[in-house]
């Protein structure tokens, strides 16, 4: 198993340009999720996915868009970059988020974005 | 709103000593807590979950407790390595919503 991939692993972008950071898993998860990993805050929900065709706002979604069409992908859209979206992006996959031990999640090796 | 709070004072010591980290909670009470890793970069790692019902559980040289009545969790590594030095993230859920700790940096001393 790959577990969850994620690309590009880095990435530089100028004001105002849209991209999509990709993420995938091949264990059969339900539950994905997108953090943004920033100096002294921690990992911060931005979205997350209960099953494919299911999207929900994490803590900090505005700016990012998600979609759900299979169980495997689950790629993240940033419609139009700004400075404060500079951040490490991590992808990660769990079998549920209902509470229990299924609750462990696997995450992807990042992407480091930085916004001009 | 419910928060996952660690110190985030890095916290160094010397090798074979026991490392104790501490998580505490506030305005919810979590059915259970995670433990992660998480090395320089690269994404964090799944170490152990503790219920609220579990007093303690171990795994090796870890040991993680949970006191729902000071709404805190301490996570220790005894006979510490070098090769434990690394972040160490606390997490729970609530309502399909994950939320972490903003993580202890160890550093282990030879």
């Known amino acids: 198993n790959a577990g969850v991939t994620q690309t590009p692993k880095f990435q530089v972008l100028k004001t105002g340009q849209s991209m999509t950071l ?15 990993q920033d100096p002294g805050m921690g ?20 700016g990012y868009n998600v979609s759900r069409s299979t169980t495997e992908d689950f790629p993240l859209r940033l419609l139009s970059a700004a400075p404060s979206q500079t951040s490490v992006y991590f992808c990660a996959s769990s079998y549920t988020a209902s509470g229990g031990a299924r609750d462990e999640q696997f995450f992807g090796p990042g992407t480091r974005l930085t916004v001009l | ?30 059915a259970y807590l995670q433990w992660y890793r998480q090395d320089p970069g690269r994404g964090p790692v799944f170490l152990l979950l503790i219920r609220e019902n579990e007093k303690e559980k171990r795994k090796e040289r870890l040991k993680v407790t949970f006191d729902t009545t000071l709404k805190q969790s301490l996570f220790h590594i005894t006979a510490s ?30």
């Open chain 2, 81 to 110: 390595q070098p090769a434990d030095s690394a972040t160490y993230l606390c997490a729970s859920n609530t309502g399909n919503q994950f939320y972490f700790g903003t993580g202890t940096s160890l550093t282990v001393i030879p």
């Open chain 1, 43 to 62: 990992l911060r929900l931005i979205h997350y996915s209960v099953g494919a065709g299911i999207t929900d706002q994490g803590e900090v979604p505005n």
């Open chain 2, 1 to 30: 709103s419910q928060k996952i709070e660690q110190n985030s004072e890095a916290l160094n010591i010397q090798e074979g000593k026991t490392a104790t980290l501490t998580c505490n909670y506030t305005n919810y009470s979590p």
């Open chain 1, 22 to 36: 990709q993420c995938a898993q091949d264990m059969n998860h339900e539950y994905m999720s997108w953090y943004r």
